[in-house]
């Protein structure tokens, strides 16, 4: 998947997006530091969000009471337009974005916030959040402006996931899957990251992702370990200001050390054994495979012609000959040389035609 800037795939370092959400306290200079912080912490990506409130909850519930230390209004309608980014700082925290090389991805929760993105800014990617796995005219729409798109599946059950998935492959677009957990924060026993590799399995593709929302970075690190292509975090300057999501946030020291053990994690794994043909040990590992291996050394002073036996023959290291698992196709084959005692056996022991 080829966003603005980078390129999301096996082979390529992980894709670190820094999940602004309501971290920027409706405040545009707050949004601009934050977009700035994540760019100098080793992101690759910023998210903000949209929502069109009037039109996407009940009045209801846009009237209901909102209270507490995390509200920033008396009703729930009141906290989200609180919360809303403003059209004019939004577009200048895009234009940011892009000058430090991030993506600016947004996560749009209607088709109303849709539009006014495609026709108000300047958007690299898209995030489909967990609520919206099953609603398929946003996930139409999304994939319609032909823009890579994030699919998060967190509180889905496997079935949903994989209609979701099915429905996505067919409209053309690029997109990820993200594995995610709907619980803020989300404990160490839920995290379930056997859940990522069964849907890497089960939907057989390597283009999945991992939305975390656990405080820590230590589930990040693993995801990555099991072939995560992108990672997702929340990120803020200062946990101890009011809102729903800063306390499940990374602070900039925190998502660059992430960086950092991402980076750590791909050196780790390395590369996969060669298929269909002879691969020869690394170089590093071509010492201890010297003192350590074993070679077939004759057990006794042989003649030529004589039938080799298993009794004639010891294993020792260091492994200067042919190994155990090789030789005991010699077995019975007649020497075509004379061979004493102690001596490592060669190929041209045996007579050719044999061999």
């Not at 084959?333 to 050719?352: C, K, M, S």
């Given at each position: 998947?080829?966003?603005r800037?980078?390129?999301?795939?096996?082979?390529?370092?992980?894709?670190?997006?820094?999940?602004?959400?309501?971290?920027?306290?409706?405040?545009?200079?707050?949004?601009?530091?934050?977009?700035?912080?994540?760019?100098?912490?080793?992101?690759?990506?910023?998210?903000?969000?949209?929502?069109?409130?009037?039109?996407?909850?009940?009045?209801?519930?846009?009237?209901s009471?909102?209270?507490?230390?995390?509200?920033?209004?008396?009703?729930?309608?009141?906290?989200?337009?609180?919360?809303?980014?403003?059209p004019?700082?939004?577009?200048?925290?895009?234009?940011?974005?892009?000058?430090?090389?991030?993506?600016?991805?947004?996560?749009?929760?209607?088709?109303?916030?849709?539009?006014?993105?495609?026709?108000?800014?300047?958007?690299?990617?898209?995030?489909?959040?967990?609520?919206?796995?099953?609603?398929?005219?946003?996930?139409?729409?999304?994939?319609?402006?032909?823009?890579?798109?994030?699919?998060?599946?967190?509180?889905?059950?496997?079935?949903?996931?994989?209609?979701?998935?099915t429905?996505?492959?067919?409209?053309?677009?690029?997109?990820?899957?993200?594995?995610?957990?709907?619980?803020?924060?989300?404990?160490?026993?839920?995290?379930?990251?056997?859940?990522?590799?069964?849907?890497?399995?089960?939907?057989?593709?390597?283009?999945l992702?991992?939305?975390?929302?656990?405080?820590?970075?230590?589930?990040?690190?693993?995801a990555?370990?099991?072939?995560?292509?992108?990672?997702?975090?929340?990120?803020?300057?200062?946990?101890?200001?009011?809102?729903?999501?800063?306390?499940?946030?990374?602070?900039p020291?925190?998502?660059?050390?992430?960086?950092?053990?991402?980076?750590?994690?791909?050196?780790?794994?390395?590369?996969?054994?060669?298929?269909?043909?002879?691969?020869?040990?690394?170089?590093?590992?071509?010492?201890?495979?010297?003192?350590?291996?074993?070679?077939?050394?004759?057990?006794?002073?042989?003649?030529?012609?004589?039938?080799?036996?298993?009794?004639?023959?010891?294993y020792?290291?260091?492994?200067?000959?042919?190994?155990?698992?090789?030789?005991?196709?010699?077995?019975?084959?007649?020497?075509?040389?004379?061979?004493?005692?102690?001596?490592?056996?060669?190929?041209?022991?045996?007579?050719?035609?044999?061999?």
């Open positions: 998947m080829k966003t800037f980078h390129t999301i795939d096996t082979g390529q370092p992980c894709y670190l997006i820094a999940e602004l959400s309501h971290n920027h306290q409706a405040d545009g200079s707050i949004a601009l530091l934050l977009v700035e912080a994540a760019a100098a912490s080793g992101a690759n990506a910023v998210k903000f969000q949209k929502r069109n409130n009037a039109t996407l909850y009940s009045a209801a519930y846009l009237e009471a909102y209270g507490g230390p995390n509200s920033f209004g008396n009703t729930y309608g009141e906290h989200r337009e609180a919360l809303e980014p403003k004019g700082w939004l577009r200048s925290c895009g234009e940011a974005a892009r000058q430090l090389g991030l993506d600016f991805i947004m996560t749009v929760f209607d088709l109303e916030s849709l539009a006014f993105c495609e026709r108000e800014l300047v958007v690299d990617a898209y995030k489909i959040q967990s609520g919206d796995l099953c609603y398929p005219d946003l996930i139409k729409a999304v994939a319609a402006t032909g823009k890579p798109y994030f699919m998060s599946c967190g509180a889905a059950t496997y079935s949903e996931i994989k209609a979701a998935w429905l996505c492959c067919s409209l053309g677009s690029p997109f990820l899957i993200m594995y995610a957990v709907s619980a803020y924060p989300t404990l160490a026993n839920q995290v379930n990251l056997r859940r990522f590799g069964q849907l890497r399995k089960q939907l057989g593709t390597d283009q992702g991992f939305s975390c929302h656990y405080p820590g970075i230590a589930p990040s690190i693993l990555r370990a099991m072939g995560s292509l992108a990672i997702e975090k929340h990120f803020t300057l200062d946990r101890h200001q009011p809102g729903p999501d800063h306390a499940i946030s990374l602070l020291l925190e998502l660059k050390e992430l960086r950092i053990r991402l980076a750590e994690t791909d050196s780790f794994m390395g590369t996969p054994f060669a298929k269909g043909e002879v691969q020869e040990p690394e170089a590093h590992q071509r010492s201890a495979r010297y003192k350590m291996g074993k070679s077939a050394v004759a057990a006794r002073n042989l003649k030529t012609g004589e039938l080799l036996q298993a009794t004639d023959v010891q020792v290291s260091p492994a200067a000959g042919i190994n155990p698992m090789r030789f005991e196709r010699y077995l019975l084959q007649p020497l075509a040389t004379n061979i004493n005692r102690g001596d490592y056996f060669e190929l041209r022991h045996f007579i050719p035609e044999d061999v």
